[in-house]
């Protein structure tokens, strides 16, 4: 994995109006997010609205990755391909996206409900969310990996919500993914050391049932093994002095 080099002001300039693009992508598809709309629909408004500002969907073709989106509906974990199966009033949907800017590339992702969700799925939403805020509330230079990780887990566990162990944060920037590894579970003080001017993919990803998972046949969607709900939320940051700036959301 590359490693998380320091960024250049142009680079800066050039990773901020990546997060721009992707910020507002990911409200177009929020918005577009309808019962009777399928993921492929999502798929092509992701690469319209991206072109559209200036930008390149970062996943198409990354390993071999056949779309542009990754939409995961229910006890799909992450990294599902667009189909043509339509989204459900009920469904639990998480949109994951990333923006390639002149060279520099933003990740982030939300999950929502098709209406109104179960108190489950209501929970799972809220702990979630509400454990990448934590999250945030730490970073900043000098601090580690494990006191990212280990507020994550906290929030989580608070939420009875389990994380999932072998899915995590990243860093990024030149790369989709690069150093640091950022789990969604860890010891306070432990791990790399953040610095000011790295930029880093914060994800909490949980399940309401299971630490467990497995692949599809189609080799890329992760499943919960018991069928769970799961959910993700991730952020592109700026590690600063002082904290950290978000740069797509």
């Known amino acids: 994995m590359l490693k998380n080099k320091i960024k250049s002001p142009e680079e800066l300039k050039n990773i901020r109006q990546s997060g721009v693009i992707l910020t507002a992508?990911?409200?177009v598809l929020v918005a577009s997010a309808k019962a009777g709309v399928t993921s492929l629909e999502l798929d092509a408004i992701a690469e319209k609205e991206t072109i559209a500002r200036g930008g390149k969907p970062a996943f198409l073709g990354y390993q071999g990755f056949p779309g542009r989106v990754c939409v995961?509906?229910?006890?799909?974990?992450?990294h599902a391909i667009p189909n043509d199966r339509k989204?459900?009033?009920?469904?639990?949907v998480g949109i994951d996206y990333g923006v390639n800017y002149n060279g520099m590339i933003t990740d982030a992702a939300r999950t929502i409900s098709i209406g109104k969700p179960s108190r489950e799925g209501l929970m799972l939403l809220e702990g979630c969310y509400e454990a990448l805020q934590d999250a945030l509330k730490v970073v900043k230079h000098g601090a580690r990996?494990?006191?990212?990780?280990s507020v994550i887990e906290h929030q989580l566990r608070k939420?009875?919500?389990?994380p999932i162990y072998s899915l995590t944060g990243h860093g990024v920037g030149h790369e989709l993914h690069e150093d640091p590894v950022i789990p969604n579970y860890g010891s306070a003080g432990k791990g790399e050391v953040l610095e000011a001017?790295?930029?880093i993919a914060i994800e909490p990803?949980?399940?309401?049932?299971?630490?467990?998972?497995?692949?599809?046949?189609?080799?890329?969607?992760?499943?919960?093994r018991d069928g769970s709900l799961s959910a993700q939320f991730e952020?592109?940051?700026?590690?600063?002095?002082?904290?950290?700036?978000v740069i797509a959301s």
Do not use: R
């Not at 995961?72 to 992450?78: A, D, K, P, T």
């Not at 989204?87 to 639990?92: K, R, S, V």
């Not at 049932?209 to 969607?221: F, I, Q």
């Open 72 to 78: 995961s509906v229910n006890n799909e974990i992450v």
């Open 25 to 27: 992508v990911l409200d």
């Open 159 to 162: 939420h009875n919500l389990k």
């Open 205 to 224: 990803i949980a399940s309401t049932g299971t630490n467990d998972l497995y692949l599809a046949d189609d080799g890329w969607t992760y499943m919960t």
């Open 87 to 92: 989204l459900q009033a009920g469904d639990l």
């Open 197 to 199: 001017g790295m930029t």
């Open 235 to 245: 952020n592109t940051i700026l590690i600063t002095k002082a904290g950290c700036e």
């Open 145 to 149: 990996v494990g006191d990212v990780s």
